[in-house]
Nanobody, 122 residues
Framework: QVQLVQSGGGLVQAGDSLRLSCVAS????????MGWFRQAPGKEREFVAA???????SYAESVKGRFTISRDNAENTVYLQMNSLKPEDTAVYYC????????????????WGQGTQVTVSS
């Protein structure tokens, strides 16, 4: 069992930066692929970024070059650094953990954080 607790987020202006954090419980954090997803009002939850247990990363095209995912296995924490934010990045952001499946698919992830709101004003 893995519990994920998120922090960060808030209201920023276009062009600003934010960092989201997600702390996992349990001693097996390093064995999980960690992902970030987001869900805007009226839209389906979508993939943002993922980092495997080997620290290989993957990004959605819409955030590539602006967002960076990283992990600190000693602190059981995954981060999402978001730069050059745009109004279309406004959504509730979720961290998630999986040990199997396609890392860019919602259904692959077994454990989810509580979500955190990111609002980018123009």
């Amino acid at each position: 069992q893995v519990q994920l607790v998120q922090s960060g987020g808030g209201l920023v202006q276009a062009g600003d930066s934010l960092r989201l954090s997600c702390v996992a419980s349990g001693r097996t954090f390093s064995s999980y692929t960690m992902g970030w997803f987001r869900q805007a009002p009226g839209k389906e939850r979508e993939f943002v970024a993922a980092i495997t247990r080997f620290s290989s990363t993957s990004y959605a095209e819409s955030v590539k070059g602006r967002f960076t995912i990283s992990r600190d296995n000693a602190e059981n924490t995954v981060y999402l650094q978001m730069n050059s934010l745009k109004p279309e990045d406004t959504a509730v952001y979720y961290c998630a953990a999986t040990d199997r499946g396609y890392i860019d698919r919602v259904y692959s992830y077994e454990y989810w954080g509580q979500g955190t709101q990111v609002t980018v004003s123009s």
